[in-house]
């Protein structure tokens, strides 16, 4: 008799949640909601390697773990990436804008490395520049009878309306709630893949291991990342500094597998950079590479901020691993140094959303800083802050580590919204003062977004509110009410 009615207030409580979530302000004090939703149980287990999600393409010497990333700063350009087992084979790429039709060809370059006793494949990497803008590409990789054709669609133009839809994905692994969260993505129609570090949880493994669980992970991603450009930070599971058996280059099979194009955004290394895309600006940050003041990061990061134009690009999107903002138990306050470092230059420059993962679990803050605090005076706790970003955990892909699902209380008041599921996000940029934020949790099917509400840009809404003011001297009453 109970459970009918308990599932009815479960549901019911969602649609407040929703509902709540959607219309709730930033300054108002609200108190932040932990949802009380209780996900089915899976195993946190890798899928076995001879499951055909881990599938070897057919062929002698055939191309796998395909994937591509933007290869310039303003999206005419993709870097191509693959792998070969027999032999090296040619780094070629064929391309043209018709299917089967290959008018153009260029070559890369191939790398290899060991780790351990474990010896890498032949890992090629291509730039292919040059693109137009808004045009889909067919290219082809590899040779003769084990050759293999994919497709992908450029950026529009950069144009501060230019519409584009984000995914953002943290923490996967190879599970089966990572396989759930990657199919989730791939029906959401989002355009490419903001990556906010730990992808293939190969550390977890000891010796050949570890590069074995690396190749699988590439093979796991191909469907997606060989279509569209995954854009890369890196985490902590990316460091493997393994010194029992030897391995202490920190990011090294990271490194050789999974290239970004930093050069172009007068970056001194692939793990910190930016790219521009559509109406975004997007910069990546390397939360395991030293960044305190002096050192490269900051002094790049320094000067990147000032490269940034809100007229062309409105959105000012960081990407980092380790939350500045997380009220859950795991990894509580790691963040901190960074945040001491560079959150005024977030505030200054009016960043729209931060990004990050590490925590397995969602979580989104309310507009917030902590920049008035020091270490000897100023107020301690973070306060509304109408130029903060926005702050979004989605280091809920799934990986084998499991769900974090220990939060802490009460609920800061920085935390508008957490939940302990796996899933990933979408942010749908319309123009320049309008993107739809999405968090889907896997649970709940295709399509359904648990944690939504518009991002209004931080940029465009108060100077257009300010073109508005000049004009009729008035506070119009509609229109810039909604959430952020
Ligand atoms: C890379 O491949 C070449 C050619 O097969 C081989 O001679 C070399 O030993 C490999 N290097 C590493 C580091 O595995
Ligand atoms: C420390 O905080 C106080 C109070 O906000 C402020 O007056 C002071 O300038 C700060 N000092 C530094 C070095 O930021
Ligand atoms: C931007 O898109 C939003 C949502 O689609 C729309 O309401 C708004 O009028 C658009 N603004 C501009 C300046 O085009
Ligand atoms: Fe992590």
């Not at 045009?135 to 040779?143: N, Q, W």
């Not at 930093?262 to 395991?288: D, F, N, T």
Request: proline share 5%.
């Amino acid at each position: 008799m109970i459970m009918p009615e308990v599932t009815g207030m479960r549901s019911l409580v969602r649609l407040l949640l929703t509902s709540f979530v959607f219309l709730s302000s930033v300054d108002n004090g609200n108190a932040g909601i932990t949802s009380t939703f209780i996900r089915s149980e899976w195993p946190s287990i890798d899928i076995p390697l001879d499951n055909e999600a881990f599938l070897v393409p057919k062929g002698h010497n055939a191309p796998q773990q395909v994937h591509i990333t933007q290869g310039d700063y303003d999206g005419k350009a993709v870097i191509i990436s693959w792998v070969t087992d027999d032999e090296p084979g040619p780094s070629k790429v064929q391309y043209g804008t018709s299917e089967k039709r290959y008018d153009f060809s260029v070559e890369g370059t191939m790398t290899n490395y060991t780790f351990y006793k474990y010896k890498s494949g032949y890992i090629h990497s291509c730039l292919v520049d040059g693109l137009e803008y808004d045009t889909k590409y067919y290219y082809k990789i590899g040779s003769g009878d084990s050759s293999r054709e994919f497709w992908f669609q450029t950026p529009p133009k950069i144009d501060p309306d230019a519409p584009y839809k984000f995914g953002i994905i943290g923490d996967l692994g190879q599970t089966y709630n990572s396989l759930s969260t990657l199919e989730h993505y791939i029906n959401s129609g989002g355009q490419a893949v903001l990556f906010v570090g730990d992808l293939s949880y190969s550390d977890r493994y000891q010796y050949n291991d570890v590069g074995v669980r690396w190749d699988t992970w590439g093979r796991f991603i191909e469907r997606s990342a060989a279509y569209q450009p995954w854009i890369w930070a890196a985490g902590n599971h990316e460091i493997e500094y393994m010194p029992y058996m030897g391995e202490v280059i920190p990011f090294k099979s990271y490194l050789h597998r999974y290239t970004t194009p930093h050069v172009a955004s007068k970056s001194s290394s692939p793990l910190w950079y930016a790219i521009r895309r559509a109406s975004a600006h997007i910069i990546v940050l390397s939360s395991y590479s030293s960044f305190v003041k002096y050192t490269p990061q900051w002094m790049w990061l320094k000067e990147e901020l000032k490269r940034v134009d809100r007229e062309k690009t409105p959105w000012l999107i960081v990407l980092m691993h380790v939350p500045i903002y997380n009220s859950n138990e795991a990894h509580f306050m790691e963040g901190e140094s960074m945040r001491a470092v560079f959150e005024s230059w977030f505030i200054h420059y009016k960043v729209d959303v931060v990004f990050a993962g590490h925590v397995h679990a969602y979580e989104r803050s309310y507009r917030i800083s902590n920049i008035h605090y020091n270490v000897s005076s100023g107020d301690p706790f973070p306060r509304p802050d109408k130029s903060a970003p926005v702050y979004i955990t989605v280091g809920d892909g799934g990986n084998q580590e499991g769900l974090a699902g220990k939060f802490r209380y009460p609920q800061p008041e920085y935390s508008a919204f957490r939940e302990a599921s796996y899933g990933h996000s979408t942010l749908e940029i319309k123009n320049r003062t309008h993107a739809l934020y999405h968090w889907n949790r896997n649970d709940d099917g295709k399509k359904v977004p648990t944690d939504s509400f518009i991002l209004h840009n931080q940029y465009w809404a108060s100077n257009l509110r300010r073109r508005k003011l000049k004009k009729h001297f008035l506070r119009s009453s509609v229109g810039w009410t909604a959430t952020y």
